[in-house]
């Protein structure tokens, strides 16, 4: 079966301090993956997606960035994290054919930004 | 454009009661449909989705959503509610020719009383 993992869990991290979260997929090849952002009572905001190794694409104009650098690995990051970078953030895989591409979610990474 | 909306930002059940989620979406064509689930600081789950067919779709955890192709609604229910559903549930829509990305309603955070 597949499995998604996601790490750091929680991260606390200073105003203009790099950033980097990872995100495996384990049990399927050559998913679509995506980084989201929650923010309290705002929903999920799709940050990028990725159609396979080195395709990114990008929704929000911001100072993350996303890479995939290998098949089942999605990392997202920042050069230096604003406060505004705090909030929730899921990786999501899905199956790049067929009708079921419903998105699979990972643990999620608590990042803090102070 | 394409947009989805959950109306109910909070909604609180007695255990024990019953529960109807609202949902109603904007769309081109007739889509895919999900609901999601997500338990505080945990990634979503996957609770049901509908493709095709029979528009009165089974999920897991007790949950079903009937598509209503007239109102443009996909309603989650669940004819008696555990204090273990307190959680914030996501409607998601996407379309059937995977033009476009899945795009996932705000939000509605259910709250059990006792």
């Known amino acids: 079966s597949q499995t998604i993992h996601q790490w750091p869990a929680t991260l606390v991290q200073p105003v203009g301090s790099p950033l980097s979260l990872e995100c495996t997929v384990e049990g399927t090849s050559n998913p679509n993956l995506y980084w989201y952002r929650q923010a309290a009572g705002r929903g999920l905001q799709l940050l990028f997606y990725s159609v396979g190794i080195g395709q990114i694409s990008s929704e929000v104009p911001q100072n993350l960035s996303a890479s995939r650098p290998q098949d089942r690995q999605f990392i997202l990051s920042s050069k230096k994290l604003l406060l505004s970078d705090s909030g929730f953030y899921l990786c999501a895989w899905s199956v790049s054919s067929g009708e079921h591409y419903e998105q699979y979610f990972g643990p999620g990474t608590r990042l803090t930004v102070t | 454009a394409q947009s989805v909306t959950q109306p109910d930002i909070h909604i609180t059940v007695s255990e024990g009661a019953s529960l109807e989620l609202r949902c109603n979406y904007s769309?081109?064509?007739?889509?895919?449909l999900f609901w999601y689930v997500q338990s505080p600081g945990q990634g979503l789950q996957l609770l049901l989705k509908?493709?095709?067919?029979?528009?009165l779709v089974q999920g897991i955890k007790g949950f079903e959503a009937e598509f209503k192709r007239s109102q443009s609604s996909f309603n989650l229910r669940k004819p008696s509610v555990h204090w273990s559903d307190a959680a914030e549930y996501f409607c998601?829509?996407?379309?059937?020719?995977?033009?476009?990305?899945?795009?996932f309603g705000k939000g509605t955070r259910l709250h059990i009383l006792p």
């Open positions: 769309y081109g064509a007739t889509p895919y």
């Open positions: 998601a829509v996407a379309p059937a020719n995977r033009d476009d990305k899945i795009i």
């Open positions: 509908y493709f095709s067919g029979d528009t």
